[in-house]
């Protein structure tokens, strides 16, 4: 089991944690992170792209002109896609691009991530953080004291202060542990642990 330095947001060392071998080193697979972060961005899409078909368009369902002896070209009406003006033919459609995954597999995916950011040595716990107020300056602060870069900082309860603080900084991201996903964390470079979500983290993918 691996065990990790409890920082303060000064940077200086308070502790230690354990890291539970069942969540933190599992051999990551690039076919099962794939599969989850697919599912996860094509879950994103609108799918609400659309076009008027023939029968869609406003207008006259008469024939424009005579069937023979004017030269041109035989039409039906007005809605013919062939004219300005007209119906769409191969168009997009509105459409579901959600992506069903096992929930095992998920989860696998999760403790794949985790364990590939603490073999990488991207994981920071630290201690606490509260806040007095919502102050950017603040949490750039503290990033820049613990030499942070595109952090994810994963908080086990709502703190409004910091999620408020923190969302106009370029690259930083605050989660809470149920939000917690494979995307973002293999998005984000560093990966920031409030040491009291280490056992909610453990709860939620216990199984």
């Keep these: 089991m691996a065990v990790i330095e409890v920082k303060n947001i000064k940077g200086e060392k308070v502790s230690e944690v354990e890291m539970p071998d069942s969540i933190f080193n599992v051999e990551p697979k690039k076919s099962v992170l794939h599969e989850v972060v697919c599912m996860q961005l094509a879950a994103k899409r609108s799918g609400t792209a ?29 809605k013919s ?83 408020l603080s923190a969302r106009n900084i370029p690259g930083v991201k605050v989660l809470r542990v149920e939000g917690l996903n494979v995307y973002d964390i293999l998005k984000h470079k560093n990966l920031v642990l409030l040491e009291a979500s280490i056992k909610d983290i453990e709860g939620r993918l216990a199984a």
Aim: no cysteine.
């Design 50 to 78: 659309a076009v008027k078909r023939r029968s869609d368009v406003k207008g006259s369902g008469a024939k424009p002109f005579r069937q023979k002896g004017t030269g041109r070209a035989r039409q039906g009406d007005i």
């Design 81 to 163: 896609p062939l004219l300005r003006g007209g119906g769409v033919i191969f168009g997009p459609d509105p459409r579901s691009y959600v992506k069903k995954v096992h929930k095992k597999v998920k989860r696998l995916a999760l403790k794949m991530a985790l364990s590939t950011k603490l073999k990488d040595e991207m994981i920071t716990v630290i201690d606490a953080f509260t806040l007095d107020q919502i102050k950017t300056k603040s949490v750039v602060a503290m990033l820049e004291t613990l030499k942070l870069k595109n952090p994810l900082i994963v908080v086990n309860v709502k703190n409004e202060e910091l999620e």
